[in-house]
Nanobody, 124 residues
Framework: VQLQASGGGLVQPGGSLRLSCTWS?????MGWFRQAPGKEREFVAV????????SYSDSVKGRFTISRDNAKNTVFLQMNTLKPEDTAVYYCAAAFANARTFWTPVQETSYAYWGQGTLVTVSS
């Protein structure tokens, strides 16, 4: 299983970026996490297997949107109104197989596969 994240870069405060993550054919909940310099990795967003359920951390709610295109084996993270505190390496992850269609796990221990990370820097 390979997850490949892309779309990171340098953006000014208030700007937008869209991250993408492609993976092998997997019927899994998909999540985004991030790790800022000197901090532990934290949950950002998750989307259920079919895309009907999503969940966000309080710090990004209303600014970030997670979506998926299962036909293209891709999950997206649209990030708007970016702030300097959003600066981090962003990781996509595929959850363990689960029969629950609406499962949206937020804990790292629920994820089986991780991508390599893409750096997002928000700075003027």
């Amino acid at each position: 299983v390979q997850l490949q994240a892309s779309g990171g870069g340098l953006v000014q405060p208030g700007g937008s970026l869209r991250l993408s993550c492609t993976w092998s054919t997997l019927d899994r909940a998909m999540g985004w996490f991030r790790q800022a310099p000197g901090k532990e990795r934290e949950f950002v967003a998750v989307i259920s297997r079919r895309g009907s359920q999503t969940s966000y951390s309080d710090s990004v709610k209303g600014r970030f949107t997670i979506s998926r295109d299962n036909a293209k084996n891709t999950v997206f993270l649209q990030m708007n109104t970016l702030k300097p505190e959003d600066t981090a390496v962003y990781y996509c992850a595929a959850a363990f197989a689960n029969a629950r269609t609406f499962w949206t796990p937020v804990q790292e221990t629920s994820y089986a596969y991780w991508g390599q990370g893409t750096l997002v820097t928000v700075s003027s």
